[in-house]
């Protein structure tokens, strides 16, 4: 989703979308919706076997960001306007249901935005479930995952690293440098795993969603939301 014009942002404002500003993770949701949806039978084989396979790396103790490359790899030929498509629908069809957002992450995000801040989704998804979810908050960048194309087919690969782990921070201190008034110690940033931690530490206003200890042992002068209503 491309910025749009508009006044300087006092800050920018970093969150990272599965799990904290969406309830579940959209990853595996579309993954199982476009497939079975389009496919059939074969097409859910198909996403069971990618979550299996993605479960199985997890469990081996690889890091995040190579599972989220085999996540790419189970889209190797579909078409990118497909895709698109059932990503519109897939928002559509999720988005008016209980529970799809975190009601505090969102209620947070819509303050910043009020108060003139920069919102900035980070995740390791994909554009066709990102962009809709970052047009509904108003969000002005989106910093994600982003399959490599051609001729309108996804290959399988990804286009740079994934926006998982250190592809975060990098994400996030690349979107700065763009921004040369601001300074990260001013900004904010919204996350719930572990692999949230470098975007995080980079950011003077960490917000833990949901109180991870993991991410608190790291951080401890954090500010936790643990849902119910905006910070």
Not at 177 to 203: F, K, N, Q, R
Request: proline share 7%.
């Amino acid at each position: 989703m491309p910025d749009t014009p508009g006044p300087a942002p006092r800050r920018l404002v970093f969150s990272d979308v599965d799990e904290t500003l969406l309830s579940g993770k959209s990853l595996f949701d579309f993954l199982d919706f476009y497939f079975a949806g389009r496919h059939g039978a074969e097409g859910a084989r198909h996403a069971a076997g990618t979550r299996h396979r993605i479960a199985a790396l997890v469990a081996a103790g690889s890091p995040r960001e190579v599972g989220n490359r085999a996540y790419y790899e189970a889209w190797r030929g579909e078409r990118l306007d497909a895709v698109t498509d059932w990503g519109a629908r897939w928002f559509r069809g999720r988005s008016g249901t209980p529970g799809f957002y975190v009601p505090a992450v969102r209620a947070a995000l819509r303050e910043h935005r009020n108060a003139g801040d920069h919102v900035v989704l980070v995740s390791g998804s994909l554009p066709a479930v990102v962009d809709p979810v970052a047009a509904d908050v108003g969000a002005r960048h989106v910093l994600c995952t982003r399959p490599e194309v051609r001729d309108g087919v996804l290959t399988g690969a990804v286009v740079g690293e994934p926006r998982i782990g250190e592809g975060k921070r990098r994400a996030v201190h690349d979107l700065a440098a763009g921004y040369p008034d601001i300074s990260l110690s001013d900004c904010y940033g919204y996350g719930d795993h572990a692999s949230d931690l470098p975007m995080l530490t980079e950011v003077g206003h960490p917000v833990v969603v949901g109180g991870s200890p993991d991410l608190l042992a790291q951080i401890p002068h954090a500010r936790v939301l643990l849902g119910g209503g905006p910070l």
